[in-house]
């Protein structure tokens, strides 16, 4: 196991691989399809840069919890967002699944890395998570941008700086 710090800069992200098991600690902003799109048409209501987007709409905290069930989005949704997002700084993000080639093209030129988590975990997922804030579009319920600070957040490398990705690697095993 990796751990790093967030927020992130090119040194801390540059040495990962596909399949490095990383624990993340810091500051990270969760959001899903709609926040992406606001932050995308009406600019981003926080500083952006090393930052580190966590694809996920928790639900509902019960007895007591700092936060409900947090699994991870299928990344895929936010493709359309994505390249914006890394031009304006951001380091990393936190999802699951495939993204398209846009998305990763992006991730090179801007030298940023995609973390995958686990679906069907997001109870175990949510202990991780300290603290957390909604900090714009509360009116868009369990999709609100949000604030979290996380502790060994547990997640693995799915593509790295450098495009790297273990899709690539499973499909050239399998050949």
Do not use: W
């Not at 596909?18 to 926080?46: N, S």
């Not at 007895?63 to 997002?85: H, Q």
């Not at 846009?102 to 090179?108: A, K, L, N, Y």
Request: with cysteine; net charge positive; proline share 4%.
């Amino acid at each position: 196991m990796i751990e790093i710090n967030t927020p992130f800069n090119e040194n801390i992200l540059s040495n990962l691989k596909p399949f490095d098991r990383v624990l993340i600690t810091g500051i990270i902003y969760m959001a899903r399809d709609q926040a992406h799109k606001k932050m995308k048409e009406e600019g981003i209501p926080f500083n952006i840069k090393g930052q580190c987007i966590y694809h996920c709409g928790p639900s509902e905290a019960r007895d007591n919890m700092i936060i409900g069930s947090a699994g991870p989005t299928s990344s895929y949704r936010m493709n359309a967002y994505m390249p914006y997002l890394f031009d304006k700084g951001l380091k990393a993000f936190i999802g699951k699944g495939k993204v398209e080639d846009s998305v990763i093209e992006s991730m090179i030129r801007n030298k940023c890395v995609y973390f995958g988590a686990i679906g069907g975990l997001g109870a175990k997922l949510s202990k991780c998570i300290k603290k957390q804030n909604i900090i714009a579009y509360e009116n868009l319920g369990t999709e609100a941008l949000r604030e979290i600070y996380v502790e060994k957040f547990p997640a693995i490398v799915i593509i790295n700086s450098n495009g790297e990705s273990i899709y690539e690697r499973d499909r050239d095993n399998n050949e």
